[in-house]
């Protein structure tokens, strides 16, 4: 008879995860119900400890362990254990409950066993606004392991969910290993804190956890979903944060490629301003972040790449394309003749030494002024004896100005990018200031 089944309710699936977790269990099929035990009498000894009680506040307001009238807290919580276990009933015998729905509803819940549900007149996020929710006991169950695979971000706490139970797996496995060191240094810090209070900082952070102990690359990118909740008596509240799925798969092929130490150059681009300048590693976790809020928000990041008020890049080519192709969606061929015509820009610039050529280009203000620079260098290219084209119709069309006057400053900064790159010995001594006027073309 099969008792567990994954349900889409994060609570309850994360309760699942770090239940099949803490038995050192890969798969559901190897769960039976005795696998409840243990950790049952650990959460009794843990959440009776003074930081996880504290951090409970917000997760179980009134249960045993937060409710002060409470006495012989771990008695009571070992208690309405017992009799959920007792009420246990196997997969498919019913339906109604609002984790599972395979099940027969318990009873009953309220915001005190579940976070979120309602309870008397706080009926907030709850669809029903009903005075509590119905669960089956299995899954009232499950919810009170939650708070073992949570993240604490600035008083609130963090849930990972994705749709791949392989990867929320990876990420609860992080999660139990750091509580079952808690209990073997006898140092019950409470839950899983890192000091983060910026939310955008915090799910890249966990981001960041994961593809650390990715073993595969997934087929296809997976979008993770980050639930930012208190279920603090005066002030329930949710927040959701979605890492899309190709920003997600970017990290892990950076990963994968070897450009870890390049990845965290660009995301020390995004800390701009003065506070972030003397800022220290741990204060910046709770500044913002301008690379990681465009990319959640999936903006262009482009012009974090490059510098030009010292040409300075960050990474290399390498590194930009695997950004463009799996986070901009550009096609190789794109990629390839913004490639190409920056190596020609480079060559025209050094081999004539007009870097006042190259002071125009970043000078550009608008979408024109940067297309007659081009086309300036188009026509000196010709005069000097260089036969091919600087680009075809086709490729000025297709590859670099896709969109028209849109985002021409996009392909300007991947452009000098590509010139940075090449002339980087070169450009050191060059001067980076001329004066603007311009011949008549
Ligand atoms: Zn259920």
């Known amino acids: 008879m099969g008792y567990f089944t994954f349900t889409g309710n994060p609570f309850v699936d994360a309760g699942l995860l770090a239940l099949l977790a803490w038995n050192c269990k890969k798969s559901l099929e190897d769960l039976n119900l005795n696998d409840l035990d243990e950790i049952t009498e650990i959460t009794s000894k843990l959440y009776n400890s003074e930081r996880w009680r504290k951090n409970l506040y917000s997760v179980f307001p009134n249960n045993p362990f937060t409710n002060p009238s409470v006495k012989e807290k771990e008695n009571k919580y070992l208690e309405f254990m017992a009799d959920l276990k007792q009420n246990i009933k196997p997969l498919n015998t019913g339906y109604g409950c609002a984790g599972c729905g395979v099940r027969e509803p318990y009873k009953k819940f309220t915001k005190t066993d579940v976070p979120l549900t309602g309870t008397r007149d706080l009926r907030n996020h709850f669809p029903a606004a009903e005075d509590g929710e119905n669960y089956c006991a299995l899954c009232a169950m499950l919810v009170q392991f939650m708070p073992l695979v949570l993240f604490s971000c600035g008083g609130r706490f963090m849930l990972v969910h994705s749709v791949s139970e392989e990867l929320n797996y990876i990420y609860v496995r992080q999660c139990i290993n750091e509580v079952k060191r808690q209990i073997a240094l006898g140092d019950l810090t409470g839950i899983y804190d890192k000091g983060y209070k910026n939310p955008v900082n915090a799910v890249f952070f966990l981001a960041e956890e994961i593809v650390r102990d990715l073993t595969d690359l997934f087929e296809e990118p997976i979008a993770v979903r980050i639930y930012n909740f208190t279920n603090y008596n005066q002030s329930p509240d949710l927040s959701i944060y979605d890492l899309p799925a190709r920003v997600f798969y970017f990290i892990v092929r950076a990963k994968r490629k070897g450009f870890w130490r390049e990845w965290q150059e660009l995301k020390a681009k995004g800390y701009t301003g003065k506070r972030a300048e003397n800022a220290t590693e741990e204060e910046k976790k709770n500044l913002n972040n301008e690379v990681l809020n465009k ?146 073309e």
Do not use: C, H
């Open 295 to 440: 990319l959640l928000n999936e903006e262009s990041v482009v012009s974090y790449f490059v510098n030009p008020q010292n040409r300075t890049i960050t990474g290399n080519f390498e590194f930009l394309s695997l950004y463009l192709k799996e986070v901009r969606g550009y096609m190789e061929k794109r990629i390839e003749t913004i490639k190409r015509v920056g190596d020609e820009l480079a060559r025209y610039i050094k081999e004539t030494d007009d870097t006042r050529r190259l002071f125009l280009l970043e000078k550009a203000n608008s979408y024109d002024e940067f297309r007659n620079q081009l086309r300036i260098i188009y026509r000196k290219r010709f005069e000097k004896g260089v036969s091919t084209p600087l680009f075809t119709l086709d490729e000025y069309m297709e590859d670099l100005f896709p969109e028209g006057p849109q985002n021409w400053k996009e392909t300007r900064d991947l452009l000098l990018f590509r010139i940075y790159e090449t002339l980087s010995g070169w450009l050191t001594d060059k001067p980076l200031e001329f004066t603007e006027e311009e011949e008549k």
